[in-house]
Antibody, heavy 119, light 110 residues
Framework: EVQLMESGGGLVQPGGSLRLSCAAS????????MHWVRQAPGKGLEYVSV????????YYGQSVQDRFTITRDNSRNTFYLQMGSLRDEDTAVYYC????????????WGQGTLVTVSS | QSALTQPASVSGSPGQSITISCTGT?????????VSWYQQHPGKAPKLLIF???KRPSGISNRFSGSKSGNTASLTISGLQAEDEADYYC???????????FGGGTTLTV
């Protein structure tokens, strides 16, 4: 059974940093690109970042470019989102998700972790 | 403002069929057959319903179907059930970004 479990969310002050983790199980982790998707309170979904299966390719949304870094450790079946220079507007539930073989969708999602940026 | 346009809300009665539209441009929906649809119940993670415009993942009811015409994609839910009440999001490949884009979401009331 495919499972994704996020951790690391919490309350952080504006300008601060936080690292999210997503532990994966139930599939060959290195065969899949992985996504971070966020949802601000009462708002819609927004792709934040994606990393290829071997970690060699990484892409970011414009709103987080140069502030967030996505990485993965295939030996630990885990990938990460290092968030820096956090702003109020980064407050959201952050979901990790697996990219399907079709390449343009997320077929399995974690339960989400809440990040609150506030002083 | 979302890159893909969805109606804010739709409603239907049990047993009826409804269709949710998702309108983009020739640089996204109209440019390739990579449209997906997700269902999200309150407080839950999104769930993939449709990928590649009209394909259903294993385990998804055939009451859910997807289609596309030009720059507009559609999700049709037939035989509405109470548990279909949720938010629905479309997403699409786009030529102007390396990341997939979402619609703003549609709340379905049954």
């Amino acid at each position: 059974e495919v499972q994704l479990m996020e951790s690391g969310g919490g309350l952080v002050q504006p300008g601060g940093s936080l690292r999210l983790s997503c532990a994966a199980s139930g599939f060959i982790f290195s065969n899949h690109a992985m996504h971070w998707v966020r949802q601000a309170p009462g708002k819609g979904l927004e792709y934040v970042s994606v990393i290829s299966g071997d970690g060699g390719s990484r892409y970011y949304g414009q709103s987080v470019q140069d502030r967030f870094t996505i990485t993965r450790d295939n030996s630990r079946n885990t990938f990460y989102l290092q968030m820096g220079s956090l702003r109020d507007e980064d407050t959201a539930v952050y979901y990790c998700a697996r990219e399907s073989y079709s390449g343009y969708d997320s077929d399995y999602w974690g339960q989400g972790t809440l990040v609150t940026v506030s002083s | 403002q979302s890159a893909l346009t969805q109606p804010a809300s739709v409603s239907g009665s049990p047993g009826q069929s409804i269709t949710i539209s998702c309108t983009g441009t020739s640089t996204d929906i109209g440019g390739a057959n990579y449209v997906s649809w997700y269902q999200q119940h309150p407080g839950k993670a999104p769930k993939l319903l449709i990928f590649d415009v009209s394909k259903r993942p294993s385990g998804i009811s055939n009451r859910f179907s997807g289609s596309k015409s030009g720059n507009t994609a559609s999700l049709t839910i037939s035989g509405l059930q109470a548990e279909d009440e949720a938010d629905y999001y479309c997403s699409s490949y786009t030529t102007i970004s390396t990341l997939v884009i979402f619609g703003g979401g549609t709340t379905l009331t049954v």
